[in-house]
């Protein structure tokens, strides 16, 4: 079964999966997929997948069948269950737990489109709309900490074989570490100046203009200040709040619109590069945050997109130090199209 | 000029360099690099490189000619440099520093070799005398804080066109991220037991086994606890230190003998993956550690090795959470040779 472990130096949770590939021989890589046809993904191959967990449909259609929009399964090979107990242990001084949690993938499209720059407006609103019931329905588990959706597009990537536009939803029983450091950095920003660092991320890059890359309807696009990687983009909504999944309508609307046209840019500019994007939320069960701050002022969501242009070497992992090749002012220039 | 910038959420440091690739045409992968004869790593084509900083050489040899055993030079491309100032500098809410530093390159051996594991004992013994001169040498600095010693071996680790075995040196003015949480962790450990946890884990690996690969000559090699990636290996000096430079020439000598070894096992037995190595050592100016503990008593130096089998998904960058895919305790057996 698998297991969580956490590393007893600096508090790394780590899944110790035993249901995945193990011995050396299985890590050589299988770049090719399945073609068209014969894609697991696509609409009329729903019995290839584990049972849906939500979907949007059209009117009439029967779960497990065809007429969907967007799709929610369990993962194949998944590494977190909600069957598992979440029991604790220590052995000598380490500390492990119990895997219990989901993994989830949110089938973007009934077609064969790899990119999800590629879908439709509409359809980019569907699958977040699939995030945020996603993230509503876990929520109400207790023993669930925290929701990362997050997408691996192209093999450098993590994307996987298939070339079928999707996302994944993973659903944990700890805070992860980057969530807490995002929490700690925002709250000691907030004691001293009594204001959200986010907002005022936003508001200095509205100033300055120089790294803004889009600036549509509440939305917010920039190369940020220190990026690890050349041409990251963040996305922000201007209007603060802290929970991905309390978007409002219009909202969920206009950064669907936004999403398209970033990743269409990072596609049509970049040579379509691998990428990933995280979404960045606030955890369900809110830790106590001390007398002058909550995590509703002080912490605000936002999704942090990664294209895949250089590769990630032994200096970054050993330090949390990164190169980035390119400023982030002429980056932004770029996406911007600027002549 | 490339500038260290801070992320005003975190506190990560990133360098930006603007004498690298920039656009997006220069990220196009060029895997073939030059063959032997042309390398410009092997004796007789000193004037190849910059000016070296140090080297160890036979009797009669003058620098920058043939005839050394170990060459450290300056990058062709530094980031860091020692020439540039240290100016610090606000802009709005954000931090930026220059890029004073030092960017070294240690050419570990005069012959066209590119795995370190089929150097012999004796010359991988010079490269950890080089690594011990240069952090000597650059904690005289005062504007330097730590040196980050690491290698980048094939390419999907970062280690460049040329075939040519080498190490990277990096000499920082700030501490870095991952530094600080390994200091803050074992100072927090210290306050608690009174005990260093580096030590606690090498008993407690030591008393159940299971994840040890060797332990020879007051040199322990383990399978962490808690690894991020499959066959993740830890190096550890049995006896309490926490400055890799203060190695005596007795350790230096095992030392080198038990990273061959496991060097060695990581080509034979898992195909000669591409693989990074790290130096863990604890930084020159010591940061107050309150009443109960120093760095000398609760920090222990370290080398963390990481073969690249698995590529590394947006779920990792988002959260600081891995999955690993192959228990610790058969990566262990398997390095080990058991039946």
């Given at each position: 079964m698998p297991q969580l472990r956490k590393d007893p130096i600096i508090g790394r949770w780590v899944i110790i999966s035993t249901e995945r590939a193990k011995r050396p021989c299985d890590f050589k890589p299988v770049q090719s997929g399945p073609v068209e046809g014969e894609c697991p993904f696509c609409e009329g191959k729903e019995d290839h997948t584990p049972q849906e967990i939500f979907a949007i449909r059209k009117e009439g259609s029967s779960p497990n069948k065809p007429g969907w929009k967007v799709r929610v399964v369990s993962s194949i090979a998944p590494f977190l269950r909600l069957d598992t107990e979440l029991w604790r242990k220590g052995i000598g001084l380490y500390d492990l737990i119990g895997a219990r949690g989901s993994h989830e993938v949110v089938i973007e499209t009934p077609q064969h489109i790899a990119n999800m720059c590629d879908l439709e407006v509409s359809q980019i609103e569907d699958v977040l709309t699939a995030y945020v019931e996603r993230i509503n329905s876990l929520s109400k588990d207790d023993k669930i900490k925290y929701v990362l959706i997050f997408k691996n597009y192209g093999w450098e990537a993590g994307g996987g074989r298939v070339k079928h536009s999707r996302s994944q939803i993973i659903a944990t029983p700890v805070n992860l570490k980057r969530v807490k450091e995002e929490l700690e950095g925002s709250k000691r920003y907030y004691d001293y100046h009594e204001r959200c660092v986010f907002c005022d991320i936003i508001r200095e890059e509205l100033d300055l203009g120089e790294r803004v890359v889009l600036d549509r309807d509440g939305i917010l696009a920039v190369v940020p200040f220190?990026?690890?990687?050349?041409?990251e983009v963040w996305i922000f909504p201007k209007k603060h709040s802290p929970d991905f999944y309390k978007l409002t309508p219009e909202e969920k609307k206009n950064l669907a619109s936004v999403l398209k046209e970033i990743l269409s840019r990072i596609k049509n500019l970049l040579n379509d590069p691998p990428y990933n994007y995280v979404i960045h939320t606030a955890p369900f069960?809110?830790?106590?945050?001390?007398?002058?701050?909550?995590i509703e002022e002080d912490y605000h969501w936002h999704i942090e997109i990664i294209p895949r242009l250089t590769r990630v070497a032994g200096f970054e992992w050993g330090t949390g130090f990164y190169i980035c090749p390119t400023p982030p002012e002429e980056a932004a220039k770029y996406l911007r199209g600027d002549k």
């Open positions: 220190a990026p690890r990687f050349p041409f069960r809110r830790e106590h945050r001390g007398y002058w701050t909550t």
